[in-house]
Nanobody, 115 residues
Framework: QVHLVESGGGLVQPGGSLRLSCAAS????????MGWYRQAPGKQRELVAL???????NYADSVKGRFIISRDNTKNTVYLQMNTLKPEDTAVYYC?????????WGQGTQVTVSS
């Protein structure tokens, strides 16, 4: 079992920045990828960014050049640095982890971009 806890969400003005954190605990040794997804009201959940155990990354086209996903293996934590935020980035952001064919989800953290 893997337990994921997200933090760092909040209210930010357009053009501002936020840094989300996702701390993993439990059976973490075989996690091979972690990612960030987001879901706006009335819309489907979408992939934002993904990072593998080897450090490879993938980003949604809508966030390329603005968001950066990174890992701190010592702290078992994945981060999402979000820059130049836009109102359309407003959503609940979820962390996930993939391990041994299973997918685990955090409870989500709200990001609101508004002036």
């Amino acid at each position: 079992q893997v337990h994921l806890v997200e933090s760092g969400g909040g209210l930010v003005q357009p053009g501002g920045s936020l840094r989300l954190s996702c701390a993993a605990s439990g059976s973490i040794f075989s996690i091979y990828a972690m990612g960030w997804y987001r879901q706006a009201p009335g819309k489907q959940r979408e992939l934002v960014a993904l990072i593998t155990s080897g450090g490879s990354t993938n980003y949604a086209d809508s966030v390329k050049g603005r968001f950066i996903i990174s890992r701190d293996n010592t702290k078992n934590t994945v981060y999402l640095q979000m820059n130049t935020l836009k109102p359309e980035d407003t959503a609940v952001y979820y962390c996930n982890a993939m391990r041994s064919g299973d997918v685990y989800w955090g409870q989500g953290t709200q990001v609101t971009v508004s002036s």
